[in-house]
């Protein structure tokens, strides 16, 4: 049982660049998120899914798109990379939305020069 | 949207003695506040969450409160030890999804 599991761990990208991160969760739960941290401001919500087919949008979702493949995976992809995305990137999970305590991974950090 | 502020950014403290962590949230719709640790280069993990109908809860050592007339709810660990050291994350919820998080606090505790 892994719980959320994330790829890459490590990731730099030029300006410009696009990429996309990946995110599974095996415990079968419904709703996954995506979510950056910077320093001094917390962990910030970009987009989650709050079940199977479905996807929104977060606090902060300019410069990123998401893809909730299937029950397991939710895959948020950077089209063209700026510095100001440079962060550590947490994919999480929870059972369900009704304020279910959220699993996150171990995070993407990534740097864009 | 909600906005968390917490304090304050940075504490130090000597183990065995207590920790207070403080947050304030802007909606009053918020009904969900949780709060996360997270130690160093690792994962933010759930330590101890409150709703809305509750004023207080414990779990061993730590304990949050919740004022929903003032809207602010506290951490409070005690007699810290040297695994406690690691940055607090309050978080706040209006929406069944959305959680706006405070911007952490660096706990130390001096052996």
């Known amino acids: 049982n892994a719980g959320v599991t994330q790829t890459p761990k490590f990731q730099v990208l030029k300006t410009g660049q696009s990429m996309t991160l990946q995110c599974a969760q095996d415990?079968?739960?419904?709703?996954m998120y995506w979510y950056r941290q910077d320093p001094g401001m917390g962990l910030r919500l970009i987009y989650y899914?709050?079940?199977?087919?479905?996807?929104d949008k977060g606090e902060v979702p300019n410069g990123y798109n998401v893809s909730r493949l299937n029950k397991r995976e939710f895959s948020l992809r950077l089209e063209s990379a700026a510095p100001s995305q440079t962060s550590v990137y947490f994919c999480?999970?929870?059972?369900?939305?009704?304020?279910?305590?959220?699993?996150f991974g171990n995070g993407t950090r990534l740097t864009v020069t | 949207g909600e906005n968390v502020e917490q304090h304050p950014s940075t504490l130090s403290v000597q183990e065995g003695d207590s920790a207070v962590i403080k947050c304030t949230y802007s909606?009053?719709?918020?009904?969900?506040f949780p709060w996360y640790k997270q130690e160093l280069g690792k994962r933010p993990q759930l330590i101890i969450d409150?709703?809305?109908?509750?004023g207080e809860k414990k779990d061993q050592r730590i304990a949050v409160t919740l004022n929903k007339t003032a809207k602010h709810f506290s951490l409070h660990i005690t007699e810290t030890q040297p695994e406690d050291s690691a940055v607090y994350f309050c978080?706040?919820?209006?929406?069944?999804?959305?959680?706006?998080f405070g911007a952490g606090t660096t706990v130390t505790v001096r052996a």
């Open positions: 415990m079968n739960h419904n709703s």
């Open positions: 409150i709703r809305s109908n509750v």
């Open positions: 999480a999970s929870s059972a369900t939305g009704d304020n279910s305590p959220l699993h």
């Open positions: 978080a706040a919820s209006w929406n069944d999804y959305k959680l706006s």
């Open positions: 899914s709050a079940s199977e087919g479905t996807t």
């Open positions: 909606d009053s719709a918020s009904n969900y």
